[in-house]
């Protein structure tokens, strides 16, 4: 973490701010949100911002002015974007369980494109939509069947997922569309899974969507875009020496591999790349216990306000900011207050000799962090804080 950040985060904690919180350096979501989008702009790409990631008002209102679209899984992350001045017309809506109500909010809202899952969920849409005497858009979301080697609970893209809709069952979809008059195809949709730092399974996704752009192709079906989904990942483990994802090099493998036709816009919904590094979540040590073989770190944060470590193993850099760090550091365990033996941050992570009091950082936390908090144990929810305010 850099000093400038360091001594603001001590100084709000010494002049008495409650921990744990979250705090987001804003300047490097800046240049973050630039670098999308002039590499994106290069190629004419339209990137919506993944709200599920980090639907915090004032991280959506920095998000606004770079990136206008924005991607939505529920009715509520559909208000939230409007609220905050996100165009409807940008929105798409994802999820493989919309309800008749969320169906509804969205239909009144005019939105950009419904991502659709199966065919029962296209015959309901367009009962709605029929309700309502409109036409709506949709893309059918295609489960590329393509393995893209990160948690199993993140991957999406293979064949026994519940995502998405098979390219054998395609013949059938379009039977089935021809007798819903109020939608209208407006392209296909992909998503192969998150945190992904190896750029190989988009490659294979561009040959995929090749593949099946050409069997449209073939139906005469023209379609006005193709949504290639999000899953760019971000580096857990060294985030101050790449702070920013190399978008460069994301968005030109799929300007390379993917064939558009003229006027087919090429869309992206990404979501941790964007916001995972500029976000810390902020504790204090409670008590340093020795054990035999371990000594534990407790922190007075717990999977309550990050759940990632417990749900997916995850790893998150552990900092203590109160003292210098240390070469030859001790290792702890690093563990939180909640009666769950999975409410652990980290094990055998190195730091310096650490006490009671301490200033812990967990990093690159702006992604999956505040959203997935929960208050179980009746604790409270962990308030935000935000450079630019400081
Ligand atoms: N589009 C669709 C259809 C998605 O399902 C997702 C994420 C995204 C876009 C954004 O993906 P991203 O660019 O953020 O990888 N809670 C998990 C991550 C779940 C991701 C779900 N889908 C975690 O903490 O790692």
């Not at 190399?246 to 816009?265: E, R």
Request: hydrophobic share 40%; glycine share 6%.
């Amino acid at each position: 973490m850099n000093n400038q950040d360091i001594s603001v985060i001590r100084e709000l904690v010494a002049g008495g701010t409650p921990t744990p919180f979250y705090y987001y350096n804003m300047e490097l979501l800046r240049k973050t949100l630039q670098e999308i989008q002039q590499q994106a702009l290069k190629y004419g790409f339209e990137v919506h911002y993944a709200l599920k990631a980090n639907s915090n008002d004032r991280i959506l209102q920095k998000i606004l002015p770079y990136l206008s679209g924005a991607d939505c899984v529920s009715g509520n992350e559909i208000k939230k974007a409007i609220e905050n001045g996100f165009k409807a017309e940008k929105i798409a809506f994802a999820g493989v369980g919309k309800s008749d109500r969320e169906i509804d909010i969205a239909i009144d809202e005019d939105i950009f494109c419904f991502n659709c899952e199966s065919i029962q969920e296209l015959e309901v849409i367009n009962e709605r939509a029929f309700l309502k005497q409109k036409i709506v858009r949709i893309a059918l979301r295609m489960n590329p069947g393509i393995n893209a080697n990160t948690h199993h609970y993140i991957t999406t893209g293979l064949e026994e997922n519940k995502f998405g809709i098979n390219r054998w069952e395609l013949d059938k979809v379009m039977l089935t569309l021809q007798k819903l008059p109020n939608l209208k195809l407006t392209g296909i949709h992909f998503h192969i899974g998150s945190q992904i730092t190896d750029l190989m399974p988009f490659r294979s996704l561009c040959l995929k969507v090749n593949e099946i752009q050409e069997w449209f192709d073939n139906q005469h079906i023209n379609l006005e875009h193709i949504n290639v989904g999000g899953g760019l990942g971000v580096n857990y483990e060294q985030p101050d020496v790449e702070n920013i994802p190399d978008f460069a090099a994301y968005f030109k493998l799929f300007h390379d591999f993917i064939y558009l036709k003229p006027n087919q816009k090429l869309h992206f919904e990404l979501g941790r790349s964007v916001v995972a590094q500029c976000g810390s979540l902020i504790s204090k040590v409670l008590y340093v216990k020795e054990g035999i073989k371990t000594n534990f770190v407790i922190l007075d944060a717990g999977m309550t306000e990050l759940i990632r470590p417990a749900l997916y193993q995850s790893y998150h850099k552990i900092e203590n900011l109160s003292v210098p760090p240390d070469e030859n550091g001790f290792a702890y365990d690093v563990v939180g207050p909640i009666c769950e033996s999975s409410d652990c941050f980290g094990k055998a992570v190195s730091l310096p000799l650490t006490k009671r009091g301490d200033i812990i950082a967990i990093r690159s936390t702006g992604a999956y962090g505040e959203v997935m908090a929960s208050q179980y144990n009746l604790r409270d929810l962990a308030p935000s804080f935000f450079s630019d305010d400081l």
